[in-house]
């Protein structure tokens, strides 16, 4: 099978199992009960996608490929994930934005991926669509609620905004995986996406009362398998189970 057509699988499941372990740390932390089972609940949709990701890319790959393997038995360079995923919970206004940030480019892919002439990629994209559309609701009312909110949480998010910023630009990097299926009609050229994603955060945080950062240098690298000093550790908990007991059953 066409590795570009794996490692294309890869870039768009990677984001989500990265994300998704994130959220898990956060289980039992939430500022209160609702939110916190609100959160658990977006980890596992994410979690869902990927197992639709990972079987696929599983049976393209043959042999003794399985979702399990994909997930926890890769070098850390393998995984494809953009760096803003694998940022740490340093409070909860940091993992709220970096949740709205993946959110709203998460959704404008899911809805150019539908369209996708690869029927199970489209599939898993259309079924994908109703989840993330929650997420975006989800974390974009706590973004307007604490940027227009006391003195604090309007600080808060706004400091976790300016630092958060740095990774957006990488979500429009088109790798060359990305080329090959664009090309073919299967991949979305995420570069087109660039313009609506900037225009609905600025919407959003004029409405919150939040300012957009303005840099000029964006971190990248994910794409491309460098990634950030956090992923090790993210890697050695999330692996640590299959790596202890290779191909264990529950």
């Not at 209160?32 to 959160?39: G, H, K, N, P, V």
């Not at 038995?73 to 494809?80: D, G, S």
Request: overall charge negative; glycine content about 6%; proline content about 2%.
């Amino acid at each position: 099978m066409n590795s570009n057509f794996i490692q294309y699988i890869y870039g768009i499941a990677d984001n989500s199992l990265i994300l998704g372990q994130r959220l898990g740390e956060l289980c039992g932390h939430g500022p209160s009960l609702e939110t916190d089972i609100a959160m658990t609940n977006i980890s596992l949709d994410l979690f869902g996608q990927v197992r639709s990701y990972y079987q696929y890319a599983a049976k393209l790959q043959g042999g003794d490929a399985t979702e399990d393997t994909i997930a926890f038995l890769r070098k850390e360079r393998e995984y494809k994930n953009v760096l803003l995923v694998e940022q740490p919970n340093i409070d909860f206004a940091n993992s709220i934005t970096r949740q709205f940030l993946f959110d709203n480019y998460h959704l404008l892919l899911l809805n150019e991926l539908q369209y996708s002439k690869d029927e199970m990629l489209s599939a898993i994209a259309k079924k994908s669509i109703k989840e993330v559309s929650y997420h975006v609701r989800f974390s974009t009312d706590w973004v307007k609620r604490l940027g227009d909110g006391t003195e604090e949480s309007h600080n808060r998010i706004q400091t976790a905004l300016n630092d958060l910023w740095i990774f957006t630009d990488e979500l429009f990097h088109v790798t060359d995986s990305d080329k090959a299926m664009i090309a073919e009609g299967i991949g979305v050229d995420v570069s087109l996406l660039k313009e609506p994603f900037y225009k609905k955060i600025k919407a959003v945080l004029e409405e919150a009362t939040l300012q957009m950062p303005t840099i000029e240098y964006f971190q990248k690298g994910g794409k491309q398998g460098i990634h950030s000093e956090h992923m090790g550790y993210i890697l050695t908990e999330m692996q640590y189970m299959q790596l202890a007991y290779p191909n264990m059953n529950w």
